[in-house]
């Protein structure tokens, strides 16, 4: 589904990221991990064409990233907050983000039913915008907004931290059941390690802005990843 | 303690990512404060002698009379763009410092606010003048410190009902009430007031009245700010009840009438947006001043194309001309969803050419000053539809300053809006009109001048869609510029 060729992203003489060769197959839930500057955020963007490479591409089913917009359609994420329209009630924003997937209302409603123990009564029917609503809650919002409108390829940054405990586990169980059952191809950065192990089938770590590790999940995953950050 | 606080300032003000511009704007922004200071200080020495030639009568008496005004106008200007001082103290409330302190800080700063300043340049050449034409001084020093009070108890009546728009727009209802009928001779308010202002030079002794208010004021302000000092009281954001609307009439026009709907809602929910919408809805009557003849200088004839620019213009100028910051802060997702980016241009320019054909509706009014004034009026609308809406949304493409949609800071002139590019393109909104106008004018008929402008409209209107993919070319190339600026607060 995504293929990365020869990508590096280079500020100045800082080079905070290159990849050299990375395949993700269509269906998988792909799990990011690394430390803070590794460049988790840097490919992400690269994959939304939020900024240029320096040198290489990143072919999202056939399509070239930084030269057609053709992804757009089957693709969504939630990065942050910048990503939300703070003006907008939840269920505009639902409903803006369902009308440039071609959902109407109806569609939308029927999505959001699925979520309603996920937004435990704290989003819906809220009378309140978007910016003043809690982190946790905004990002609920924008976790489900990236679901809307049967995404083939769904990207989310780090969509563990601020959630609270319920929350988590719930978005577990949604992350494993977009790959599992239909065949979503899911990537999650997180600094999680049990959540990342949990979830994913595969897992990349960043070191630097270069692949270090890249692992089939397996029981033994956890203690090579804390192996591994241990140092 | 105080050499903490003022350092912080000092680095809050240094440090600000909008003071770091290009070296000649900063250049061009200190001539313009230049300016500004020379324009008062001349109107400081001159308003007296212009006062006694016009030969109302005793020039202090006479701005003794029209105070009032000055005094209101003062404390609505405040109102809109003063800022609190609250902003900032978050981080300190839980250090060890005590509460008074930081109140007291943060009230005290406001005193050398440019606000209170300003007013010093007219009064204080105003006062001298006043002394070197003979006004006994203890009686003009006490009439000086009288209104040097007055100035600070507006500072601090701001900054108490600030946010209480309420209070505010009562207050602008009552002014604009007594401005308009002192004008048509129904009720004098400044017969009640004059007095009062007078009473201070008469008995110089009485200037310490106003002292005593202000004193008064400040110590209420700061009570009312020390018991507010919370995170859910006077600190807390405020927060509006949240209407869900659908505007559904909207979902006809597909995949535009999306983007209509959500830029409705950024300009009713946001200040920012709405005192942009407002500045606009105000340039209507701007040709007033060309069409009544008030003006002497505005009388050449080309001048009433400019007029009519405009006029029609009011929301293309203070909208469009931002068009891409008005969605900075969610400037990712609209680049990373299922967007065209033609599509949301068009949708832009769509709000743009409704709001100029509504603002040509609202100026038919102008038919009153003769249809010379109505069809410059009208040849603006359509110059503004066929050349200029293009011209803000390319000029859009390199205004990279993102906007805070929530406060009306910065909302007058923001520096970094303006850069070489920008300038250029403003050419060609104003002065090609009136250069085509002034080639039909001179040879052959101002009729043929009307023609011409429409006429040059009209072909902008033909090529649009050349247009259209030739400014989508420029906003993908500007994209990750843009998206790199907006991620800077």
């Known amino acids: 589904m995504i293929t990365v060729h020869n ?33 988790k955020t840097t490919l992400f963007s690269l994959l939304l064409d939020l900024i240029q490479p320096s040198t290489g591409h990143i072919m999202n089913n056939e399509v070239q990233v930084d030269q057609s917009e053709a992804w757009k359609p089957f693709t969504s994420a939630f990065i942050d907050e910048t990503f939300l329209i703070g003006y907008l009630t939840p269920e505009e924003y639902f409903y803006f983000i369902g009308e440039l997937r071609g959902r109407n209302k109806a569609d939308v409603d029927a999505l959001l039913s699925n979520f309603e123990d996920f937004f ?14 809690s982190k946790g809650n905004q990002k609920k919002v924008g976790i489900v907004a990236s ?19 319920t929350t988590q586990i719930r978005l577990k169980g949604i992350i494993k059941d977009l790959a599992a059952k239909e065949g979503v191809t899911v990537l999650v950065s997180s600094h999680d390690l049990i959540h990342v192990t949990e979830v994913c089938e595969r897992i990349v770590v960043l070191n630097k802005g270069e692949i270090v590790k890249d692992i089939h999940t397996s029981a033994e995953t956890m203690k090579e990843l804390e192996a591994f950050f241990a140092g | 303690m105080l050499k903490h606080f003022t350092g912080l300032q000092w680095k809050s003000f240094f440090r600000s990512a909008s003071f770091k511009t290009e070296i000649w704007f900063k250049i061009l922004m200190a001539l313009g404060a230049l300016y500004f200071i020379v324009v008062f200080l001349g109107m400081g ?20 009379r029209f105070l009032i005004y000055y ?13 609190m001082p609250v902003t900032n103290i978050k981080p300190l409330l839980y250090l060890p410092i005590s509460k008074s302190k930081v109140v007291n800080f943060s009230l005290g700063k406001t005193v050398i606010s440019f606000f209170n300043i300003a007013h010093a340049f007219f009064f204080v050449p105003f006062s001298i003048v006043l002394l070197v034409e003979g006004y006994p001084p203890v009686q003009v020093i006490g009439w000086h ?39 048509y001779q129904w009720f004098d308010i400044t017969i009640y007031t004059q007095p009062v202002f007078d009473f201070f ?22 009570t009312y700010f020390k018991k507010h000092m919370y995170l859910d009281g006077g600190l807390a954001k405020k927060q509006s009840e949240a209407k869900t609307e659908n505007l559904e009439w909207l979902d006809r026009f597909g995949n535009l009438g999306t983007f209509l709907k959500n830029d409705i809602k950024l300009i009713k929910r946001n200040k920012r947006s709405r005192s942009a919408v407002i500045a606009g809805a105000f340039f209507i009557f701007y040709g007033l001043l060309f069409f009544t003849g008030a003006l002497e200088v505005y009388d050449g004839p080309f001048w009433k194309i400019f007029a009519g620019i405009f006029v029609t213009g009011g929301f293309l100028f203070s909208f469009g001309q931002y068009v891409p910051s008005w969605d900075s802060s969610y400037y990712p997702l609209m680049m990373s969803q299922n967007i065209k980016y033609r599509e949301y241009l068009s949708s832009k320019w769509y709000l743009v050419i409704i709001a100029t054909i509504i603002s040509t509706i609202l100026a038919t009014f102008y038919i009153y000053f003769g249809w010379e004034a109505y069809a410059a009026v009208l040849v603006g609308a359509i110059y503004n539809i066929g050349i200029n809406s293009y011209l803000v949304l390319w000029g859009g493409a390199y205004v990279k300053t993102p906007i805070d949609l929530t406060s009306n800071k910065k909302a007058f002139g923001d520096k970094q809006a303006f850069n070489a590019k920008t300038l250029l393109l403003t050419l060609p909104k104003l002065a090609l009109p009136m250069g085509i106008y002034a080639v039909g004018h001179f040879l052959i008929s101002p009729m043929a001048g009307y023609i011409f402008v429409a006429v040059f409209g009209l072909l902008g209107f033909v090529f649009k869609n050349k247009v259209f993919t030739m400014i989508e070319g420029i906003y993908k190339k500007e994209k990750y510029k843009t998206l790199q600026a907006y991620k800077q607060k």
């Open chain 1, 7 to 39: 990508l590096t992203k280079t500020y100045g003489q800082n080079t905070v990221l290159n990849i050299d060769q990375l395949e993700i197959p269509k269906g998988q839930s792909f799990g990011l991990v690394g430390n803070n500057g590794a460049g």
């Open chain 1, 120 to 133: 435990h009564g704290e989003i819906l029917g809220q009378k309140k915008y978007l910016r003043d609503l």
């Open chain 1, 147 to 165: 679901f809307i409108g049967n995404p083939e390829v769904v990207i989310l940054d780090e969509p563990f931290a601020n959630l609270d405990p």
């Open chain 2, 45 to 64: 020495v001159g308003a007296y002698f212009l006062i006694e030639d016009m030969e109302l009568g005793d020039p202090l008496r006479v701005a003794n």
């Open chain 2, 71 to 83: 005094l209101a106008f003062d404390l609505v200007f405040r109102y809109m763009l003063q800022k």
């Open chain 2, 145 to 183: 410190l009288a209104l040097m009070a007055i100035f600070y108890c507006n500072n601090f009546i701001n900054v108490m009902v600030n946010n209480q728009n309420g209070v505010f727009y009562v207050f602008a209802a009552i002014f604009i009430l007594a401005g308009a009928s002192q004008y």
């Open chain 2, 201 to 222: 030079y008469d008995m110089p002794w009485s200037a310490i009245i106003p002292w005593v208010v202000l004193v008064g004021l400040y110590y209420g302000a700061y």
